[in-house]
Nanobody, 132 residues
């Protein structure tokens, strides 16, 4: 079992920053690949970034959208995943979710690093609102 709890969301003006945190607990093997996703009102959920926590390899789903603004990272204990969001824009407004893909073998590592992992466990989400 893996449990995920997000925090750090809030309201900020355009150009501001937020740091989202995802507290992770449970079987470490089942949470080597972690991801941040977001869902804006009326839109489908989309991937933001994934990270393979054992080596910190990060993948960004839409580099043009978040390049040089968002950074996904994890701590050494592999029990927290962060999403640092800078230069926020109104279009970043969404509910942000943390997720874990089950598995920690070489196949999962490859899938995680190429954005092809399937995510099975989700947090409750944290709201980010950016006003222009």
């Amino acid at each position: 079992q893996v449990q995920l709890v997000e925090s750090g969301g809030g309201s900020v003006q355009a150009g501001g920053s937020l740091r989202l945190s995802c507290a992770v607990s449970g079987n470490k093997y089942l949470r080597r690949c972690m991801g941040w996703f977001r869902q804006a009102p009326g839109k489908e959920r989309e991937a933001v970034a994934t990270i393979y926590t054992s080596d910190g390899y990060a993948y960004y789903a839409d580099p043009d959208s978040v390049k040089d603004r968002f950074i996904i990272s994890g701590n050494n204990a592999e029990d927290t995943v962060f999403l640092q969001m800078n230069s926020l824009k109104a279009e970043d407004t969404a509910m942000y979710y943390c997720a874990a893909a089950h598995g920690g073998d070489a196949r999962m590592a490859l899938r995680c690093r190429t954005g092809k992992a399937e995510f099975h466990t989700w947090g409750q989400g944290t709201q980010v609102t950016v006003s222009s």
